[in-house]
């Protein structure tokens, strides 16, 4: 007979409305925040998540530089996913999907948008979802 396979604990850490609110001492905490439950849940079944509006509406130091210091942290965090909140379009379209998620120096995770479509159509311009393996489990 089959056997049941053994359970997974799965950590989703979420969080939301960043706002590119980086400053020494909240910056510190969040990621502290952040180490501390991959260390109490495991680094390898943990995803790190965004419901979106990582950037826009920042502080003077990330919204000065387009918020590539905000981008740089979230990277450093090694966010996997992201909704886009409208935040991510206060530059508009081009400006998100030629410059914040166009690879290199910029945002390293997955920008997914379930309802953002191209123009007077039904086609997406983002990926609608995303499939990770998180301790041999398909999220």
């Known amino acids: 007979p089959a056997h049941a396979a053994e359970a997974v604990t799965i950590n989703l850490i979420n969080f939301n409305d960043f706002h590119g609110r980086i400053a020494d001492k909240t910056t510190v905490q969040f990621a502290g925040t952040i180490e501390r439950a991959r260390a109490e849940y495991g680094d390898a079944n943990s995803l790190l998540l965004s419901a979106g509006d990582n950037i826009g509406a920042s502080l003077f130091a990330s919204a000065t530089q387009a918020d590539q210091p905000t981008i740089d ?32 120096s910029n ?29 041999g489990v398909t999220v």
């Open 73 to 104: 942290v979230l990277n450093a965090l090694e966010v996997e996913a992201s909704a886009v909140g409208n935040h991510e379009f206060d530059k508009g379209w081009p400006d998100l999907r030629d410059r914040v998620i166009a690879g290199g």
């Open 107 to 135: 945002a390293r995770w997955d920008y997914l948008g379930a309802n953002v479509y191209k123009a007077g159509t039904s086609t997406p311009v983002l990926p609608e979802y995303a499939l990770y393996t998180v301790d």
